[in-house]
């Protein structure tokens, strides 16, 4: 079956412009994950969703990150105002909410800020 | 708070040698172990995971033991094939606490040489 799908695949923007990042989870998976790769940083964690709602934001930087989750499916990640430290690949994961351990990964969005 | 700590890499091995990644993580509790491969141009996958002290994950001729009283999680195959090459990440979450994000080490390229 399908996997995870993000886009665009490739995102390149001017600072302080705002962006806005989708991720598309495996059809029937409840609980979606946004997770950041970077250099400087590793893979960090940044909200975890169960539905629509958002029970662990704790990873969000700062304010201008926000999420949200629409029809227990789809989900935006925005980025305002950007920054050049926001360059990074924006990995989406999704999982059946039974099945806790397995998180199935998309290919990412790779934002470069410039 | 939770780490995963690796060794830093790249590890380079010719076909057919012995693998081992080391891992060890810090956290109270009873967290859950895993580890995801990166193949080049793909998403990261989970590799195999241990969710109680002791348990031994294996998949694909990986392996890797949960040892609570000395917090490792290393991986090690027997006999490595160019196909192995990749970046291997250690991670933990802890499903004690509910808290579903995983946390990951930093990374670990392996190169496999013919």
């Given at each position: 079956g399908a996997g995870v799908s993000?886009?665009?695949?490739?995102?390149?923007?001017?600072?302080?412009?705002?962006?806005?990042?989708?991720?598309?989870?495996?059809?029937g998976h409840t609980a979606l994950y946004w997770y950041r790769q970077s250099l400087g940083q590793g893979l960090e964690f940044l909200i975890y969703f169960q539905g629509n709602s958002a029970p662990d934001k704790s990873g969000l930087p700062s304010?201008?990150?926000?999420?949200?989750?629409?029809?227990?499916?789809?989900?935006?990640?925005?980025?305002?105002?950007?920054?050049?430290?926001?360059?990074?690949?924006?990995?989406?994961?999704?999982?059946?909410?039974?099945?806790?351990?397995?998180?199935?990964?998309?290919?990412?969005?790779?934002?470069?800020?410039? | 708070g939770d780490s995963v700590t690796q060794m830093e890499g790249p590890v380079t091995l010719s076909e057919e040698a012995f693998l081992t990644i080391n891992c060890t993580y810090t956290a109270t509790g009873y967290p859950s172990l895993f580890w995801y491969v990166q193949y080049p141009g793909e998403g990261l996958q989970l590799l195999l995971k241990a969710t109680?002290?002791?348990?031994k994950g294996s998949n694909k001729g990986f392996e890797a033991t949960?040892?609570?009283?000395?917090?490792?999680?290393?991986?090690?195959?027997?006999?490595?094939?160019?196909?192995?090459?990749?970046?291997?990440?250690?991670?933990?979450?802890?499903?004690?606490?509910g808290r579903r994000a995983l946390t990951f080490g930093s990374g670990t390229r392996l190169q496999v040489q013919p």
């Open positions: 993000q886009s665009p695949s490739n995102k390149v923007t001017e600072k302080g412009k705002d962006v806005e990042l989708r991720c598309d989870p495996i059809s304010d201008r990150f926000s999420a949200e989750r629409t029809g227990g499916s789809v989900s935006t990640l925005t980025i305002q105002r950007t920054q050049q430290e926001d360059s990074a690949v924006y990995l989406c994961a999704s999982s059946y909410a039974r099945d806790i351990y397995e998180q199935y990964f998309g290919p990412g969005t790779r934002l470069t800020v410039t | 109680k002290a002791d348990d949960y040892r609570k009283e000395t917090t490792s999680f290393h991986l090690e195959k027997g006999s490595v094939q160019v196909s192995d090459s990749a970046v291997y990440f250690c991670a933990l979450s802890r499903m004690d606490t």
